[in-house]
């Protein structure tokens, strides 16, 4: 059974700081993919970032990278420069191996970025 | 390019009636997956469609069910609703050919459903 945990409930985090948030993952798969999607208040679902568990390299995209941690069985959100705009429910989620695409998500982290 | 949008964004219902949503994927995408997110929690898998058939199914008991249509478009029906069923159902698409690389599930809006 695949098992997605994020451990921070909530976090405050001023304008123009970087901010982590931790999710660490469980899976006896031999192969699965790690999302990172935020979710305004208004509800949908923006994805954000993907690492493959055979990526060499930590994924980036534009001000979020992810701190991959293969081993240790975790895949941190780093989001530098916070914005306002960035103030919303982060979930992280996994795509088993033989799942069809399935995604197992988190229960979230709210972030309040504040001025 | 659309993207993929549900119908209708919020819902009252009773307790015991029947109710569906509707779901039209981002074009180009052939794989239509529901999910259920009760207010403070992650979203749960509910089902996922392909060519017109149930692919994959989670947790969830047979008064859910579902229908994909031949231009891929999908409804979600709960029969006999229960006060638990009260929650956000989420539609995403996908790419068949997608669902072992980095390409995401897009996600509708949302059908905000509440049952009285």
């Known amino acids: 059974a695949q098992k997605i945990t994020q451990t921070q409930p909530g976090m405050f985090v001023q304008e123009k700081e970087a901010v982590t948030l931790d999710c660490t993952y469980d899976t006896s798969d031999p192969s699965y993919g790690l999302f990172w999607y935020k979710q305004p208040s208004s509800g949908e679902m923006i994805f954000l970032i993907y690492?493959?568990?055979?990526?060499?390299q930590n994924a980036t995209e534009g001000r979020y990278s992810l701190n991959f941690q293969k081993a240790r069985k975790s895949a941190n959100l780093v989001i530098s420069a916070s914005q306002l705009g960035d103030s919303a429910m982060y979930f992280c989620?996994?795509?088993?191996?033989?799942?069809?695409?399935?995604?197992?998500f988190g229960a979230g982290t709210q972030v309040v970025v504040t001025p | 390019d659309a993207g993929v949008t549900q119908s209708p964004t919020h819902l009252i219902k009773t307790r015991g009636q029947q109710v569906t949503l509707r779901c039209s994927p981002k074009s180009g995408h052939d794989t239509v997956s529901w999910y259920q997110q009760a207010l403070g929690q992650g979203p749960q898998f509910i089902f996922q469609?392909?060519?017109?058939?149930?692919?994959q199914r989670g947790n969830f008991p047979d008064r859910f069910s579902g229908h994909q249509f031949p231009n891929y478009s999908s409804e979600l029906n709960v029969n006999a609703l229960l006060l638990g069923d009260s929650a956000l159902y989420l539609c995403a698409s996908s790419l068949s050919t997608g669902v072992y690389s980095n390409q995401p599930q897009h996600f509708g809006d949302g059908t905000r459903l509440s049952i009285l």
């Open positions: 469609y392909y060519e017109e058939e149930e692919r």
């Open positions: 989620a996994m795509r088993g191996f033989d799942s069809w695409g399935k995604l197992q």
């Open positions: 690492q493959g568990s055979y990526d060499q």
